[in-house]
């Protein structure tokens, strides 16, 4: 049997999937919705989540960067390997701009993030609505490449077990062999 990815591993991939699509659904949701109390009460929720995904995201890239993942399997052609490589960074590149840009755009809007409603976080900008609205622009098209970025994943993931019938997607579900 080969090697699965580490437990660590299995846990903030799922753990940090699964906030997510919850903040992607939540943040079309909320959106939608006329200026209300609860609209605004989903929208601190939605930053307070969005923040912690960001932290789980930095101990993410901090734990990948000094632990190797398996090997892709050896049927995959260089164009595979090249397009799994990409995906995945661009994947790691957007899990962290993202939150980055949400908390900017909330700092240049001038609505401070208390993460939590306990910790007061510093706003990164100085208030600025042009700024502020170009943020919005920004987090809004990131979401979308995400979208489509996933979509291509986890395609790739049902391909490989399906079709390729290799080990791809049960080495980020299974346990470890002890
Ligand atoms: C991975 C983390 C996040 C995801 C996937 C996410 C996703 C989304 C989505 C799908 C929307 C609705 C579409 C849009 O207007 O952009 C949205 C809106 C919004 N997000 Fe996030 N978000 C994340 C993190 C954050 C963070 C950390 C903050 C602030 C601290 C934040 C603040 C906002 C705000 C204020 C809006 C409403 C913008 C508006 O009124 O149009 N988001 N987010
Ligand atoms: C927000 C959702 C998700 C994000 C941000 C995400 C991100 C990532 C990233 C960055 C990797 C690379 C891990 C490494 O460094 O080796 C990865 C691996 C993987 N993901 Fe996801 N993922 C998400 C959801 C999913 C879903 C829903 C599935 C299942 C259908 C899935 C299946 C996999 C598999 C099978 C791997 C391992 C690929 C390999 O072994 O090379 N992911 N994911």
Known sequence: MKTPYTATAKALHWGIAVLIFGLLGLGFYMTGLSLSPTKLQLY????????????????????????????????????????????HH?????????????????????????????????????????LGDLLQTVHMALNFLLIAVLLGHIGAALKHHFFDQDDVLTRMLRRRPV
């Open 44 to 87: 601190s929720w939605h930053k307070w989540v969005g923040i912690t995904v960001f932290a789980l995201v930095v101990v993410r890239l901090a734990w990948r960067l000094t632990h190797r993942p398996p090997a892709l399997p050896s049927h995959m052609s260089p164009i595979e390997r090249l397009a799994a490589h990409a995906g």
């Open 90 to 130: 661009l994947l790691y590149l957007l899990m962290f701009a993202i939150p980055l840009s949400g908390w900017l755009m909330s700092s240049a809007k001038g609505f401070q993030t208390v993460w939590f409603g306990v910790l007061p976080l510093p706003d990164l900008l100085a208030k600025d609505k042009a």
